[in-house]
């Protein structure tokens, strides 16, 4: 017997999650059928995690016997299967997944492989950090339309730390990332996905940090130092330029409170950031790994420099607080981020 399940009308952050609960939450059947009749609207995130649950689902089903996922009324999507969309989930319509070279202010769902990235580091010669800063600038070329100034300078420095973050913490071999620019909006949006272990596993292997959950981890990773802590024990890479302090996350945290928002996924549990608003979720029936997506109101964008100045001394002051703790809980986290609204 088919099931039938309608993809919504609009997938963006909240609805894509509630979605992917409910295929993750799906009775057994013999076959699956996604309609996408009533599919209007897809921002970068929803296309990425949408299409991640989907992939995961199938995957999984196929493993446990003779199961068919299939789609219908997709065809008419032009836009979407242009950027990878179905090609993500492993439908055969559309462009596969970097093979559209991006437009004026989108880049299409795009893979990059982690090992990739490193060796090109190793034959060129250069430390993996400017490798990463390269490729982040030419993101941020294709999404801007610019070379410098403030967007360039700021999409550049969030897509640097963002794939930096996911290929230092996730263990996963390859990450994702979509993005738009809506210059009539003055909105941005950029969004990256790995498939591997989520920041609480990464974050565990600090002995000093209490993990309950997975929206523990979220609440705990946006704190400066913490997943670069150095601690009794932790193996020292002295010529490793990734091995830095944990502020990546950080920085992109307050960049998003000052000038946007930020939502972010680990396993089972969804971080959400919107202003002076901190919610940390737990969300079962997630498809795993971590994902993250900021959007900016490019008329709140300062000069980046004077920015991360600012938050990395208000940064340090709070992580000297995390320092000379004995113990790091998420409530820390939540009483720390509320100290900088006062």
């Given at each position: 017997?088919?099931?039938?399940?309608?993809?919504?009308?609009?997938?963006?952050?909240?609805?894509?999650?509630?979605?992917?609960?409910e295929i993750m939450g799906l009775p057994d059947d013999d076959e699956y059928v996604f309609d996408f009749e009533k599919l209007d609207w897809l921002e970068p995130f929803g296309m990425l995690f949408t299409a991640q649950a989907l992939k995961v689902f199938s995957a999984r089903k196929k493993a446990e016997g003779p199961i068919r996922c299939r789609a219908q009324n997709h065809q008419k999507h032009n836009y979407y299967a242009h950027m990878g969309f179905f090609q993500a989930f492993d439908l055969k319509f559309g462009k596969k997944l970097g093979v559209a070279p991006g437009g004026k202010n989108y880049l299409p769902i795009t893979e990059l492989n982690i090992d990739d990235l490193y060796t090109n580091a190793?034959?060129?010669?250069?430390?993996?950090?400017?490798?990463?800063?390269?490729?982040?600038?030419?993101?941020?070329?294709?999404?801007?339309?610019?070379?410098?100034?403030?967007?360039f300078e700021t999409v550049r420095y969030a897509v640097r730390e963002m794939?930096?973050?996911?290929?230092?913490?996730?263990?996963?071999?390859?990450?994702?990332?979509?993005g738009q620019f809506w210059p009539t909006k003055h909105k941005v949006q950029l969004a990256i996905l790995d498939s591997g272990t989520g920041i609480a596993k990464s974050l565990?292997?600090?002995p000093y940090l209490e993990i309950g959950d997975d929206a523990d981890a979220l609440k705990l990773a946006t704190l400066p130092g913490i997943s670069g802590k150095m601690y009794d024990g932790v193996e020292v890479r002295p010529y490793d330029d990734w091995q830095n302090s944990g502020y990546g996350l950080y920085m992109i945290y307050r960049m998003c409170r000052s000038a946007g928002s930020?939502?972010?996924?680990?396993?089972?549990?969804?971080l959400e950031v919107i202003s002076n608003t901190h919610k940390a979720t737990p969300q079962a029936g997630l498809p795993g790994g971590t994902s993250i997506r900021i959007q900016l109101d490019t008329r709140k964008l300062d000069s980046l420099d004077r920015q991360l100045q600012q938050y990395k001394r208000e940064g340090k002051e709070q992580a000297?607080?995390?320092?000379?703790?004995q113990t790091v809980r998420?409530?820390?986290?939540?009483?720390?981020?509320h100290s900088e609204e006062e």
């Open positions: 017997m088919a099931h039938t399940i309608a993809v919504p009308r609009s997938l963006t952050s909240n609805s894509a999650v509630a979605f992917a609960q190793r034959d060129t010669g250069q430390v993996i950090g400017e490798v990463v800063t390269e490729h982040a600038a030419s993101i941020a070329r294709v999404l801007t339309r610019e070379e410098e100034g403030n967007l794939l930096r973050n996911a290929a230092e913490h996730s263990i996963s071999k390859t990450v994702r990332y979509c565990s292997k600090n930020l939502f972010m996924t680990s396993n089972d549990a969804t000297e607080k995390i320092v000379g703790a998420a409530s820390a986290a939540s009483l720390m981020l």
